[in-house]
């Protein structure tokens, strides 16, 4: 099956500071990308929709100045938490859809665990 | 909006027996997917079956099987001679078809323990 990466799988970062995650396709060229966001013991909560070479689409509620969100590329997705905040801490994951596959099928990058001290 | 809703925070089942999760979902739609994941420890998650819901026939994948009830909008996850390696969280999720973006929506998820 396809699959996909994420980097860094786990981050600390200093309060104020930003930090950049990278969700890439290694066998597959995505158009679209998912980034999800998971708190401990919960749900995953989508947070924005990446689109190649087009502006992300943000879910209502999520700052989309805070959470850049980058896809240069058909393989390559980026989302930077600017001037993080230890509420930022969380689990984010990313999620690519194979426009030669399934419509239905998305593939799940490992996650990365982001602490903000 | 649509919703998905899983009762069930938490369940456990003995080892080689047969458990069944829950899931409700509200949707106005007609054609939509609909999505068992499975999240081990590791935390990545794993597709475990899914169901198209113009398709009256319920999936099946190995040991795992739905029960998809279109009227009730019920999709539940039945989990036969269960193992070790099952135990995870369990999430519910609802695609929307035809849709360009096509993102999930999930369920809060049920965490399940298989004893040994």
């Known amino acids: 099956g396809a699959v996909v990466s994420q980097h860094p799988s786990w981050v600390i970062c200093k309060s104020g500071t930003s930090v950049k995650i990278e969700c890439r396709s290694l066998d597959f060229q995505a158009t679209t990308m998912f980034w999800y966001r998971q708190f401990p013991k919960q749900s995953l909560m989508l947070m924005a929709t990446?689109?190649?070479?087009?502006?992300?689409?943000?879910e209502q509620g999520v700052e989309k100045d805070k959470f850049l969100i980058n896809h240069a590329s058909l393989t390559l997705s980026t989302l930077t938490v600017t001037s993080a905040h230890p509420e930022d801490s969380s689990f984010y994951i990313c999620?690519?859809?194979?426009?030669?596959?399934?419509?239905?099928?998305?593939?799940f990058g490992p996650g990365t665990r982001l602490t903000v001290t | 909006a649509q919703t998905v809703t899983q009762s069930q925070p938490e369940m456990s089942v003995q080892e080689a027996e047969t458990v069944t999760l829950s899931c409700t979902y509200d949707?106005?739609?007609?054609?939509?997917?609909l999505f068992w994941y499975k999240q081990p420890p590791s935390r990545q998650m794993i597709l475990v079956i899914r169901?198209?819901?113009?398709?009256?026939q319920n999936a099946t994948e190995n040991r795992f099987s739905v029960n998809f009830q279109k009227a009730a909008k019920s999709f539940s996850l039945k989990i036969s001679d269960s193992q070790l390696g099952d135990t995870a969280m369990y999430f519910c999720a609802f695609m929307r078809n035809g849709g360009s973006q096509g993102n999930l929506i999930f369920g809060k998820g049920t965490k399940l323990s298989v004893k040994p």
């Open positions: 990446s689109n190649e070479g087009s502006k992300a689409t943000y």
């Open positions: 949707t106005s739609e007609n054609n939509y997917y």
């Open positions: 169901q198209e819901a113009y398709k009256q």
């Open positions: 999620s690519a859809r194979d426009p030669a596959g399934d419509s239905y099928e998305q593939y």
